[in-house]
């Protein structure tokens, strides 16, 4: 069954059924004001941090409340509704929704009783507070005298877990006012006259648009006793009872009153934020003329499109399409903003950003913004150690040049991150070498930049530190050693256990550091790589070739992880796909490991990260073991690893297998399927039950997800061969056979191509002929320097 469909004029997805399986969100604001929100109107806001700057309560794990609700009642017959399907959830027998979830906003519409109403909820461009506009329209052939409601429960502290946990303080620190059309709540507002000032806040909900009525600062008076959200006493009765809070759970509630004739429409607004009474009456009064907000509506929607508009396929796959001009793309913006801060499965309680997560985000966005994605690589190479390892978690308040490190006890304390990762570094290349490519900034190789902790060095340096943390860490055969975990955070190999995924990123950092050094004439570290390259690809054949796979890896006694005689966990995924990216395999390896993927770990959802699945033969480091058969590390279908088995697929040019990857694991070919997957048809979920669960497909972790990057990258440098480098980029498209042409709309370092492909054998990968602007070329390279502002791109495959 469907709930929805992909609008793709709009860049919407339009949900029509409101009881789907799950709270199905969208992500509104910056990381100054960020707020998500589902499309029955659940969720929360936060100012920059979901742990420490939270102001609107969310209940996890439950039914999708708290969150901002629009409340309509009739005042002649007291029956009431709410502008989306829940928190009241009348019967869909009467009661009609329809929310189009869009480019940082969302619109909810909905027709009930002859009430036609649309709640827009949005933050605007570059502002740090949110909207929630409101149009009702009467579409009886009668007057009707309506109450609307606006409602929002505050968290009491702006810290998470005290506000939920430690109550014998929160409960007794607030207090609300009613100051003319807002609520203004106050925490700690003595603070001023002798405790430190920054533990004062004050948020408001406001209304613009319509007189206020009454209002409620208290939740309990509003709520009434032993009731809930889709039953406030106060909605009940028509009318809030002016109570405000004082040592208890505060909220911020208006009523007004409306007439409406037949045909009639009436608008209203009403505003949150975290603000004090004088700036927040300044807000306020900016909306007076509520023609602003469809100026910012069209502001945003110009912003995001124009965004996303820097690469637009047009592909015989409506699936592709979808996810790759909009949802895909849009879901690596907010994944690339967010990290794996704040949605409704990650509870904002990480305060940081993920070293390997945040610097693997980047990359799912630089075709689209190269000079955003510039400044988020700056970050995070200041935050690498000087030698050369990434701090596993990078504080949102990083501090470079003074930072402790996993060297330091304090750091471990401070993070909860007790040692470094032999991964975490080595993801700059692939990422520095992507925006470079992109941009054509060569300078940027030797921009200087400081180390976390101490020290400064331009981006050739940190790279060249970055390899040095890898080889002085190597084990008994001479790869790199496991440390706390590589990729895979369940994976314990012990700190001198070697990772066979870490020695293969290591070679791929090699070959892209020799590129750099080339440009640069660093002979004697081109020498250097040259021979310490030859020594790793050597000893990765000789130990980690295994007839038709690579192993996972040795513990530090030696056994091996992953050989085809184990009778569990015996075919890991990473290993095969990333011989084939780093460059390592020979073909002949390359096509056996890529068919032993798809026998032994493919399915009708993805390929498994391992089979089988951890039961009875686990070794003590292999954290998986904690986890349901088929269930994340466990041998379940994790999603990020999509990307790099779509892209390796594509890299030897098996366009079928690459394309079948990508529809098994897509969620825009799940639309149908939505009973089963569960979460939201048109984002990425962390990973995907398989096949020893009673629930086989059934997806988790929605939106914060590294897939949203990896697969962006495997569909575009891979299935549509879009591979830039220093100089240029190639065009190496592998595409479904039966693809007999499509255009790709692309911006490459400021210049616009048009590029037809054409296919009429029916190829999947390779080309006949290539032709910029009526010249044939003499290969499948365009160098950038032949490049005008507009070009016509052929290539005959």
Same mark, same amino acid.
């Given at each position: ?27 509104? %604001? ?10 029955? #109107? ?36 007291s029956d009431y509704w709410s502008a989306s399907w829940q928190p ?59 109450s609307v409601f606006g409602y929002a429960e505050f968290t009491n ?19 609300? /006012? ?5 609520i203004l709540q106050t925490i700690n507002e003595n603070c001023h ?23 409620? %600062? ?15 006493? #106060? ?51 900016? /909306? ?57 499965? /990650? ?236 460059? &390592? ?8 490991? &890529? ?86 048809? /048109? ?42 480098? &220093? ?38 990968? %390779? ?18 320097? #032949? ?7 052929? &290539?005959?495959?």
């Amino acid at each position: 069954m469907n709930y929805g469909f992909f609008d793709e004029k709009n860049r919407e997805y339009v949900i029509t059924n409101p009881n789907t399986p799950a709270p199905w969100a969208n992500y509104l %604001g910056s990381p100054e004001y960020g707020a998500i929100i589902s499309h029955n #109107a659940g969720g929360y806001s936060f100012v920059k941090s979901g742990a420490n700057g939270r102001i609107l309560r969310y209940v996890f794990n439950q039914e999708d409340k708290p969150g901002r609700y629009i409340y309509l009642r009739d005042d002649e017959t007291s029956d009431y509704w709410s502008a989306s399907w829940q928190p009241v959830g009348k019967s869909l027998e009467t009661y009609k929704s329809e929310c189009h979830h869009g480019t940082a906003y969302t619109n909810i519409k909905a027709d009930y009783s002859g009430i036609h109403s649309e709640a827009l909820y949005y933050v605007p461009l570059n502002k740090t507070y949110e909207v929630w506009r409101l149009k009702v329209t009467n579409t009886s052939d009668r007057p009707r005298n309506l109450s609307v409601f606006g409602y929002a429960e505050f968290t009491n502290e702006n810290n998470y877990e005290n506000d939920q946990v430690n109550l014998q303080y929160t409960l007794f620190i607030t207090r609300t /006012y009613f100051k003319g059309n807002k609520i203004l709540q106050t925490i700690n507002e003595n603070c001023h006259k002798g405790c430190n000032g920054s533990n004062r806040k004050e948020r408001f909900l406001g209304l613009v648009g319509s007189e206020v009525a009454s209002y409620n %600062g208290d939740k309990a008076s509003f709520l009434g006793r032993y009731r809930s959200y889709g039953n406030p006493i #106060a909605v009940e009765k028509g009318a809030c009872d002016n109570v405000l809070n004082y040592n208890s759970n505060g909220c911020g509630a208006l009523q007004t009153k409306i007439t409406l004739a037949p045909g009639e429409t009436k608008e209203m607004a009403f505003v949150l934020g975290q603000y004090n009474d004088e700036e927040s009456a300044a807000i306020l009064s900016s /909306y007076e003329n509520l023609s602003k907000v469809d100026q910012e509506l069209e502001e945003l929607k110009a912003y995001w499109h124009g965004k996303l508009s820097n690469l637009y396929v047009q592909t015989p796959s409506s699936e592709f399409n979808n996810m790759i001009n909009t949802w895909n793309a849009y879901q690596c913006f907010i994944t690339f903003i967010w990290s794996r801060a704040a949605s409704f499965i /990650y509870c904002g309680l990480r305060n940081g950003y993920g070293y390997r997560d945040t610097v693997q985000d980047i990359q799912g966005i630089i075709h689209l913004d190269p000079e955003m994605a510039k400044e988020k690589i700056i970050f995070m190479l200041s935050a690498q150690v000087d030698n050369g390892g990434g701090l596993p978690l990078v504080k949102f308040d990083h501090n470079a040049g003074h930072e402790d490190t996993p060297d330091d006890p304090s750091y471990a304390q401070a993070t909860g991150h007790p040692a470094y990762r032999a991964d975490d570094a080595l993801w700059l290349f692939p990422t520095i070498l992507k925006y470079i490519g992109e941009s054509g900034d060569k300078d940027f190789i030797n921009e200087v930049i400081p180390y976390a902790n101490k020290d400064e060095g331009t981006v050739y340096d940190h790279l060249k530190r970055a390899i040095n943390f890898s080889m002085e860490r190597l084990g008994a055969h001479h790869m790199p050693a496991g440390l706390h975990a590589d990729w895979n955070d369940c994976l314990r190999l012990g700190k001198k256990g070697e990772s066979s995924f870490v020695a293969l990123q290591l070679y791929y950092a090699m070959s892209v550091l020799r590129d750099f050094a080339s440009d640069l004439n660093d002979t004697d570290y081109i020498a250097y790589l040259d021979e310490v390259q030859k020594v790793l690809g050597d000893t990765i054949q000789e130990n980690c070739w295994e007839d038709d796979r690579f192993i996972r890896g040795f513990k530090e006694d030696g056994e091996v992880i992953g050989s085809k005689k184990d009778p569990e966990a015996s075919m890991w995924l990473n290993p095969q796909s990333w011989s084939v990216i780093s460059g &390592l395999a020979t073909k002949e390896q390359a096509e056996k490991a &890529l068919e032993s993927v798809y026998r032994e770990l493919n399915t009708k959802y993805g390929a498994r990260v391992m089979a089988p699945s951890y039961k009875d033969h686990a070794f003590d480091g292999a954290l998986a073991l904690l986890f349901n058969g088929s269930t994340k590390e466990n041998g379940g279908i994790f999603s990020q690893p999509q990307g790099w088995i779509i892209l390796a697929e594509a890299l030897m040019g098996h366009g079928n297998r690459a394309f079948e990857y990508f529809m098994e694991s897509s969620p825009a070919a799940q639309n149908d399927n939505a009973d089963v997957r569960i979460l939201e048809p /048109y984002v990425h979920g962390q990973f995907t039950e398989s096949v020893e669960s009673p629930f086989e497909g059934r997806s988790h972790v929605h939106w914060l997800t590294g897939t949203a990057s990896t697969v962006m990258v495997g569909c575009v440098e891979g299935i549509l061969g879009l591979r830039p480098d &220093l100089d240029g980029i190639k065009l190496e498209p592998a595409i479904p056979s039966d693809w007999k042409t499509f255009t790709m709309d692309k911006v490459f370092r400021g210049k616009k191509l048009h590029i037809t492909v054409n296919n009429p054998s029916g190829a999947e990968g %390779g080309y006949k002929a290539c032709y910029l602007n009526g010249d044939k070329l003499d290969s499948n390279y365009i160098f950038a320097a #032949a490049l005008k502002d507009e070009n016509e791109i052929i &290539l005959e495959m």
